[in-house]
């Protein structure tokens, strides 16, 4: 496996529910992904957590709420969602290093969550 | 703004036979270039990555990607395909100097390869 590990791996809520994913890394990385993936598009880059600055993408609802508690640990906060929201949610992890100019790094990622909103 | 293409939505090729995923790019400045594979219910897993220097990169499970700078394209080849190598291949592009962030992903491309 890739180091990076996901629960729960399925998940069925209603619209009203509130519930987190859990995303831990064990390769030592400084960097966390959320990306939301759905059928037939390319994958959605939701959230990073790079060198200890977040990163947030505008075009995220409210109800995605993510929480970087430490380098090794990465949660996405669900409330109020709506079924189109229904998705693979994908977390990864890389290691950035600030020499010169290059600041990117191969992202491993987690074997996912489906969710399904009803 | 970089974009990723990835032409085709299916590949379908016979067991053993050479195999061949399109990917074409668009970015500011050289590229840092990647190809992931999903397998059903699984996340993506790292194939390989060009960054500079020779242009024919090898990567895992004997897949290989040429990397053509005037085209603009880094497909993935591999030449004899598998039953197992039957999955959703993404390709991934960002600029050079530039941080995570800034990662995209094309739309994939279901391989399938028949016995």
């Known amino acids: 496996e890739t180091g990076v590990t996901q629960t729960p791996r399925h998940l069925v809520m209603g619209m009203t529910n509130k519930k987190s994913l859990k995303c831990e890394q064990h390769?030592?990385?400084?960097?966390m992904y959320w990306y939301k993936q759905s059928a037939k598009k390319p994958l959605e880059l939701m959230f990073v957590?790079?060198?200890?600055?977040?990163?947030e993408n505008n075009s995220v609802p409210s109800r995605f709420s993510p929480e970087c508690p430490n380098s090794s640990h990465l949660f996405l906060h669900l409330h109020t969602l709506q079924p189109e929201d229904s998705a693979l949610y994908l977390c990864?992890?890389?290691?950035?290093?600030?020499?010169?100019?290059?600041?990117?790094?191969?992202?491993?990622f987690g074997p996912g969550t489906r969710l399904l909103v009803l | 703004a970089q974009s990723v293409a990835q032409p085709e939505d299916q590949v379908n090729v016979a067991e053993g036979n050479p195999l061949t995923v399109k990917c074409t790019y668009s970015?500011?400045?050289?590229?840092?270039l990647f190809w992931y594979v999903q397998y059903p219910n699984r996340g993506l897993q790292f194939l390989l990555k060009?960054?500079?220097?020779?242009?024919l990169v090898k990567g895992s499970y004997g897949f290989e990607a040429e990397f053509n700078k005037s085209q603009t394209s880094f497909h993935l080849k591999k030449p004899s395909a598998l039953v197992s190598d039957s999955a959703l291949y993404f390709c991934?592009?960002?600029?050079?100097?530039?941080?995570?962030?800034?990662?995209?992903f094309g739309s994939g491309t279901q391989l399938t390869v028949l016995p």
């Open positions: 970015v500011s400045g050289n590229p840092y």
């Open positions: 060009y960054i500079t220097g020779d242009n």
């Open positions: 957590y790079s060198l200890e600055e977040r990163v």
């Open positions: 991934a592009v960002s600029p050079l100097s530039g941080s995570a962030r800034q990662l995209t």
């Open positions: 990864a992890s890389s290691q950035e290093w600030r020499t010169g100019t290059a600041l990117q790094e191969t992202q491993y």
């Open positions: 390769l030592g990385h400084n960097a």
